[in-house]
């Protein structure tokens, strides 16, 4: 895991927290693997069929962000006999579930191994999406909420850049 702070704007009382990849274990209750996501399934009551569970193996091998096509075209490539509507089916009810994770692009629907709050960088360049967990410095949150009047529950941000020679 890569473990970097930096401060953001006008906020040096607290450095933001950043971080890419995942540790092994989190302490804040989201699935550390895909036998906790399978847990979850079942108890909000989801089938587990054996397409369902190819689906949700591969986007847990995988760790990026899919699009349909690229999850049928990547079992298929394994040996796994699943067709393209089995496919679209299962990402859209787990995504509806909030097993997963669902990004529209103008291009069309990614699919992540992630449902819980987290934030991207997508690289200008390539197209291709990094999850990141920033933490905000408590006071920036304040005066978010100061400014709009709302409790602020969760936050995603969308970065873009390119890779720095
Ligand atoms: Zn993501």
Same mark, same amino acid.
């Given at each position: 895991?890569?473990?970097?702070?930096?401060?953001?704007?006008?906020?040096?009382?607290?450095?933001?927290?950043?971080?890419?990849?995942?540790?092994?274990?989190?302490?804040?209750?989201?699935?550390?693997?895909?036998?906790?996501?399978?847990?979850?399934c079942r108890h909000l009551g989801m089938r587990l069929s054996r397409q369902r569970r190819m689906v949700?193996?591969? *986007?847990?091998?995988?760790?990026?962000?899919?699009?349909?096509?690229?999850?049928?075209?990547?079992?298929? +490539? !394994?040996? /796994?006999? #699943?067709?393209?509507t089995s496919v679209y089916q299962n990402l859209e009810a787990l995504q509806s579930a909030g097993v997963?994770?669902?990004?529209?692009?103008?291009?069309?629907?990614?699919?992540?191994?992630?449902?819980?709050?987290?934030?991207? *960088?997508?690289?200008v360049e390539s197209g291709s999406i990094t999850d990141l967990d920033v933490e905000l410095p408590d +006071? !920036?949150? /304040?005066? #978010?909420?100061?400014?709009?009047?709302?409790?602020?529950?969760?936050?995603?941000?969308?970065?873009?850049?390119?890779?720095?020679?």
């Open positions: 895991m890569a473990l970097a702070t930096f401060s953001l704007g006008a906020s040096p009382a607290k450095d933001t927290q950043i971080s890419s990849g995942g540790p092994a274990h989190y302490n804040d209750g989201r699935p550390a693997n895909v036998d906790d996501v399978y847990q979850r949700l193996d591969l *986007l847990w091998a995988e760790r990026s962000h899919l699009s349909a096509r690229d999850i049928f075209e990547k079992l298929n +490539d !394994l040996g /796994r006999n #699943i067709g393209h997963i994770e669902c990004i529209d692009r103008a291009s069309g629907r990614l699919y992540g191994y992630r449902a819980d709050p987290h934030s991207h *960088l997508t690289c +006071d !920036l949150l /304040r005066q #978010i909420e100061a400014a709009t009047g709302f409790a602020i529950e969760s936050y995603t941000l969308h970065l873009s850049g390119r890779r720095r020679p």
